[in-house]
Nanobody
Framework: QVQLVESGGGLVQAGGSLRLSCAAS????????MGWFRQAPGKEREFVAA????????YYADSVKGRFTISRDNAKNTLYLQMNRLEPEDTAVYYC??????????????????WGQGTQVTVSS
């Protein structure tokens, strides 16, 4: 059974940085797309960034391009999201997701197969 466990959320001032982690277990993820989504209060969940577990393909939402970086550590089976120059609009619960049939480019438009429980990120102005 696939398990995704996020960590690293917290409270940060605008302009600051946070790094989120997602520990993945339960199977081999070599053919998976892995990504980050977020959901702000009163809003729908939105795509943030994704990558393919093997290879170099990444994809970002326009709202975070140039500020956020998605990466992975295959040996630790961990996905990361480095978030720099945070803005109050980035405040949300951030979710890790995994999908064996998606690509980084399609992950934002299809319902991912596996989800973590989420971690809260709050950016104060």
């Amino acid at each position: 059974q696939v398990q995704l466990v996020e960590s690293g959320g917290g409270l940060v001032q605008a302009g600051g940085s946070l790094r989120l982690s997602c520990a993945a277990s339960g199977r081999t993820f070599s053919s998976y797309a892995m990504g980050w989504f977020r959901q702000a209060p009163g809003k729908e969940r939105e795509f943030v960034a994704a990558l393919v577990w093997t290879g170099s393909s990444t994809y970002y939402a326009d709202s975070v391009k140039g500020r956020f970086t998605i990466s992975r550590d295959n040996a630790k089976n961990t996905l990361y999201l480095q978030m720099n120059r945070l803005e109050p609009e980035d405040t949300a619960v951030y979710y890790c997701a995994a999908d064996p049939w998606a690509t980084p480019q399609t992950m934002g438009t299809t319902k991912s197969r596996y989800w973590g429980q989420g971690t809260q990120v709050t950016v104060s102005s």
